[in-house]
């Protein structure tokens, strides 16, 4: 992959404000094409979308079954009872008069014409006797599941592209399956950077507590991902390229150094690894400084701001979209949301991503304590409100964007 161009490189580090459009970097992002397939047990499917049709292995049902507990009976009452079929059994024929005990699921006698409930029956010694007067039989398949009436040897039961749902692994077990091919999750290595950040204890005086870290591979979890860990690194271009280089993840996600200070070294490992800038600023508020570029091998970056409110907007404008498309989804559909009160449009802001909190009537009212560096107006938070650069008055709807977890 051709490497970004040292003139390009500098252009990045001296932008001015705005960026792409918000709405824009989310279909940049969307673009990605699926990870190759892979071939995993059905325990492991589950969530995953299918590379391929689903095709039914055998007929569903195989044979002929009973669908009720009770009796396979053959020609008129009464019938004098030969054998007892549980489920897994296959009796010996039967033939005009009599029956023979069934279970649900059980594949029917040859000669059987119905089977009847066994709250509809009534015994009297060796012999069977319908409850009243109605005759099973008569040549109607009566609580009998024909072989293949759900589907045929071959036929396609679910189309490529869907997502393996809990039924869907049903389903494929059911027609014979014990692997399915899908898209796989794809792996993601979380680069910390910033030589100010404490991993543990109380932040103090030019340093300051990871509020990211332990939150990202949540994060990923939420979208599907497969993180691999989290990696602190020293604010230095030649840790950064170095580890860049040598991860061989679907996607690095990285924290800070996406701005255009002296140590801010996104954009300089990047040259250093032959990675290509698609998207470099996003015109939004907060996350404005979040970057998305492709790496050589197929591979992906995503860097997102240090600010916490702000890396994660950059994280629901970039990566959701990106891990969806490598999973072979299409991208999140954006909500809709009522306003609970006034958010005027502000010069030079672009698009505004507000946490808000969405009642059971639809209002979104807005979050206290929203600042790109603070995180409780997140945590109440129930999505962002998408507030365009013209700004939008109380009980104006607004695109919405509901965060990826249930409370």
Excluded: F
Excluded at 112 to 135: F, G, N, Q, Y
Excluded at 244 to 254: F, K, L, M, N, Q
Excluded at 328 to 353: F, K, N, Y
């Amino acid at each position: 992959m051709t490497s970004v161009s040292t003139t390009a490189t500098a252009r990045a580090r001296t932008r001015r404000p705005g960026g792409t459009p918000w709405p824009e970097a989310r279909r940049v992002a969307a673009l990605a094409a699926p990870l190759a397939p892979v071939r995993l047990p059905l325990a492991d499917a589950l969530g995953r979308v299918l590379a391929a049709d689903l095709v039914a292995r055998n007929h569903l049902p195989p044979s002929d079954n009973s669908a009720m507990d009770g009796w396979a009976v053959s020609g008129a009452p009464p019938w004098r009872i030969v054998s007892d079929n549980p489920a897994g059994r296959v009796s010996a024929r039967l033939h005009l008069g009599q029956c023979a005990r069934i279970a649900t699921g059980a594949p029917v006698p040859y000669g059987t014409d119905a089977v009847l409930p066994v709250e509809d029956s009534v015994r009297e010694s060796e012999r069977v006797l319908p409850v009243d007067s109605r005759t099973p039989g008569s040549g109607v398949q009566s609580h009998i599941r024909a072989r293949g009436e759900e589907a045929r040897t071959g036929d396609v039961l679910l189309a490529a592209g869907a997502v393996v749902t809990p039924p869907v692994l049903g389903l494929a077990a059911a027609a014979g399956h014990d692997d399915l091919l899908v898209v796989r999750a794809g792996t993601v290595d979380v680069l910390v950077l910033g030589d100010e950040l404490r991993d543990s204890g109380l932040a103090g005086p030019g340093r300051t507590r990871d509020a990211l870290g332990p939150q990202l591979p949540g994060w990923l979890a939420a979208l599907d991902a497969s993180p691999r860990g989290v990696t602190r690194l020293p604010d230095t271009l030649e840790a950064l390229s170095s580890t860049i280089g040598e991860s061989d993840a679907d996607v690095v996600v990285t924290t800070g150094g996406t701005s255009v200070g002296a140590h801010d070294h996104v954009h300089g490992a990047l040259n250093q690894v032959g990675g290509r800038l698609l998207v470099d600023g996003v015109d939004v508020k907060p996350g404005h400084p979040m970057l998305l570029a492709s790496l050589p091998s197929s591979r992906w970056l995503v860097g997102l701001p240090g600010n916490p409110l702000a890396a994660c907007v950059a994280l629901l404008t970039l990566l959701e979209p990106l891990l969806a498309a490598l999973h072979g989804l299409p991208q999140r559909a954006l909500g809709t949301v009522r306003l609970g009160e006034d958010s005027p449009g502000r010069a030079g802001d672009g698009h505004r991503l507000l946490p808000v909190r969405r009642g059971p009537d639809g209002i979104a009212e807005l979050r206290p304590s929203c600042g790109s560096a603070m995180l409780r107006g997140l945590v109440g938070a129930s999505g962002l409100a998408v507030v365009g650069p013209n700004g939008a008055a109380q009980r104006d709807d607004v695109a919405y964007l509901e965060l990826p977890w249930r409370e």
